[in-house]
């Protein structure tokens, strides 16, 4: 009964490679994000999407293309992985972009790059 | 400089005992503030959200208390339990950025028997 989950757990992957990561909700929600925590354990906001539409795109190097086939997923490809990348990713979900609304994280994917 | 810092890093206390964790942030105007409960190989959990006119909301065991005079906000814990052992992050919601949520760095709570 997994509200937001995240596939793969763990992925451990060469640099140069192109992986991806899915990523499912079944909270009815419209709005969907993919946020990275580093090292430090910071969390920062990639991409966010609403209805299938983007509307937050951070700062991220091309190389990252988020995908949403329909609003109760989002998936994530990486091509030409760099060792930079090696962090953890997670994705989350809200009834509405508006600020107030609650949002629920997924599990995370640990994306290991060597 | 992140715009969400908290302290301490990490703490240590016994089961039994409350703590206090801090958070201060520069981000204005903000929204509300909410702090979040990450277990190890998880995903944060929400456990309150204050707006920017409220001073406290409790949550079980949990209370947040806000001071948007002087951005700052706390979580106190009381009566720990060792399954409070977790990393606690507060989050502040910016208004003129998309509404987008930034994050401290988390206080690593650890309860020991």
């Known amino acids: 009964d997994t509200a937001v989950s995240q596939t793969p757990k763990y992925l451990v992957t060469q640099m140069g490679n192109d992986k991806s990561i899915k990523c499912e909700q079944n909270l009815g929600h419209d709005t969907m994000y993919w946020y990275k925590q580093d090292s430090k354990k910071f969390l920062k906001i990639m991409f966010s999407?609403?209805?299938?539409?983007?509307?937050i795109n951070e700062t991220v190097p091309n190389r990252f293309s988020p995908k949403s086939p329909d609003k109760a997923h989002l998936n994530l490809h990486i091509n030409s992985l760099e060792l930079g990348d090696s962090a953890v990713y997670f994705c989350?979900?809200?009834?509405?972009?508006?600020?107030?609304?609650?949002?629920?994280f997924g599990p995370g994917t640990r994306l290991t790059v060597t | 400089k992140n715009q969400v810092e908290q302290s301490p890093q990490s703490l240590i206390i016994l089961e039994g005992k409350n703590c206090t964790l801090q958070c201060n942030y520069t981000v204005s105007p903000f929204s509300n503030l909410r702090w979040y409960k990450q277990d190890t190989g998880r995903g944060p959990v929400s456990l309150t959200i204050?707006?920017?006119?409220?001073n406290t909301k409790s949550n079980g065991r949990y209370t947040a208390t806000l001071d948007a005079d002087t951005k700052q906000s706390s979580l106190h814990i009381t009566a720990s339990q060792l399954s409070d052992s977790a990393s606690y992050i507060c989050?502040?919601?910016?208004?003129?950025?998309?509404?987008?949520?930034?994050f401290g760095g988390g206080t690593r709570l650890m309860v020991k028997p």
């Open positions: 989350a979900s809200s009834q509405s972009p508006q600020g107030f609304y609650e949002q629920y």
């Open positions: 999407y609403n209805n299938k539409e983007l509307i």
């Open positions: 989050v502040v919601t910016q208004v003129n950025a998309g509404n987008m949520l930034t």
């Open positions: 204050m707006t920017f006119s409220e």
